[in-house]
């Protein structure tokens, strides 16, 4: 502390973890607005839903899409709707059926927030200051939510049959040949090069400054196998419908008063600052 600056204010910390593990950071780089429906779903009464696979820790928030004319069109809409349905059949990954008129098709009425879940470094805590006291309460998880655009494949991979006939070379093989000149030649038939035998890579890694190593049988097809045994595994997981509720919500407001202790028993710090200084990372 340099000798100008002078204590103004003391603040007494009291800390809970009442609502552990349920406490995360939801975050969303690439959203513009509040994360609320527009005013023309909430006519149409719908709102934002919310589905959670547990074992993965993977997370889906459900926003309805706005439908005015000058930012929306239909007709798309209906396209993108049947792809995402395929998509959906293709991954497990089926909604409820909506209630739907006779011959209607599926529409694309809502944008699928997806999340990642990011590593945080250290403890983080939620710090909320009332009536001269400081109140923290632990962040168990961090996610970013984007949206999933995983229905677009699906539509580009009908593109690409339409214009090729189930070939995905979208390349132009030029203008037909001339009737009055010559034929060409035939091209010479290359010789088929004997293959050689395939072979299984053994990977070994060293822990720098130690002279264990690990090794990694199977080599790079294992790794592939452990990616795709994620990934269907994650497929297989149902769904866990949750009910989203906003920042004005009473039950938002019924979560967010738990984060305050009640508790007025004084915690004793059994750690001196000499240890506190070690632990911290490359000081």
Known sequence: MDAEDRLIGVLPIHFSNALTPNV?????????????????????????????????????????????????????????GRARVEDDKEKNQELPKMKQREGEEPRLTEVRLRSEQIPQMGSYVLGVVRDGHLYLHPISETHQLRPTLTYMDVLS???????????????????????????????????????????????????????????FQGGLTAVRREMLTIIRNEEDEEWVD?????GEAPESNDAFESIFSRNTEELECKSDITSFLKDIPRL
């Open 157 to 215: 991979r009908k593109s690409r049959r339409g214009r090729g006939g189930g070939s995905d070379d979208d390349s132009d093989d030029g203008p037909p040949p001339d009737p009055d000149e010559p034929a060409p030649a035939p091209a010479p038939k290359k010789e088929k090069k004997p293959v050689g035998e395939a072979r299984e890579v053994q990977v070994a890694v060293r822990k720098s400054g130690d002279d264990k190593s690990v090794q």
């Open 24 to 80: 995360h950071i939801h975050q969303f780089p690439l959203l513009t607005r509040p994360l609320q429906v527009p005013p023309s779903a909430v006519a149409s009464g719908k709102r934002i839903k919310a589905r959670v696979k547990p074992g993965v820790r993977r997370l889906e928030v459900h926003v309805p899409v706005d439908t005015r004319a000058e930012v929306w069109n239909g007709e798309r809409s209906t396209d993108l």
């Open 242 to 246: 949750y009910e989203f509720c906003d």
